[in-house]
């Protein structure tokens, strides 16, 4: 199917089933290296390769662009998410200092019915033994709980504006199942701390965790050892 001529009238949204087929089709050959970080994604291009519009195609990217694996770049289209470890570093520091605050905020406040919640999505990573784009989205979704339940709109949107891209990136990493495992069992760590199980000091459960995919996650913070 081809694109519309100039001012043909046409939907302004492709059917969600279509949509949904390109998302589920683009994240596969992202997360299987067709796309590489850094990659463009040419939505003319992917257009032709499946013989269908580009509004199904744009509007994919875009739902890829809010869960983190694309990146929008002014001017020069949509790109496959590329962090260098320098950034990753970077950002983990902060997320050092946004997050701990999101956790003692939410532990502040938890209920048993988002205690409920985080005990379910640890649950079903404990069972995971699915795709790594499904454990990344268990993963992302674990955090976004406790960041929604501190309570702070704008901590939870810098969050968010913050973490997705760096949960996408190491989504593209081509770990094993193993140790995709490893990491999401770690999340019982943190669940433990704001249910006070434990007297784990908020802050150093969060790094605890962070260590599990990181290198020094607290090197451009003032958590960083000084020689």
């Known amino acids: 199917m ?44 992917i257009a032709r390769e499946l013989n269908i519009s580009r509004i199904p ?25 590329n962090i260098g470890p320098e950034e990753v570093a970077q950002i983990s520091s902060l997320r050092i200092v946004l997050e701990t605050e999101a956790l003692r905020l939410a532990q502040a406040r938890v209920t048993p019915d988002i205690l409920a919640l985080l ?22 979704e674990f955090h976004r709980v406790i960041w929604k339940a501190a309570g702070n709109p704008y901590l939870e949107r810098a969050l968010n504006s913050l973490m997705v891209p760096l949960f996408a990136h ?9 140790v995709r495992r490893w990491r999401l069992s770690h999340h019982r ?11 784990d000091d908020l802050q150093e459960a969060l790094l605890t965790h962070m260590r ?4 020094e996650p607290e090197r451009y913070s003032t958590l960083a050892k000084k020689p």
């Open 119 to 140: 005990e379910g999505l640890v649950s079903q990573m404990d069972a995971w033994n699915g795709t790594l784009l499904e454990a990344a989205a268990l993963d992302l």
């Open 189 to 199: 760590i943190i669940l433990d701390a704001i249910a006070g199980r434990t007297s």
């Open 170 to 178: 190491k989504t593209l990493e081509h770990v094993t199942k193993d």
């Open 212 to 215: 599990m995919a990181y290198t």
């Open 57 to 81: 195609v744009r509007e994919a990217l875009s739902q890829l662009q809010e869960q983190g694996l694309v990146q929008n770049r002014e001017r020069r289209g949509m790109f496959v998410t």
């Open 2 to 45: 081809e694109d519309l001529e100039p001012g043909t009238p046409r939907a302004a949204n492709a059917p969600p089933t279509l949509r949904a087929h390109v998302v589920k089709m683009l994240s596969a050959d992202i997360l299987a290296g067709k796309y590489k970080p850094g990659d463009r994604l040419n939505e003319s291009q």
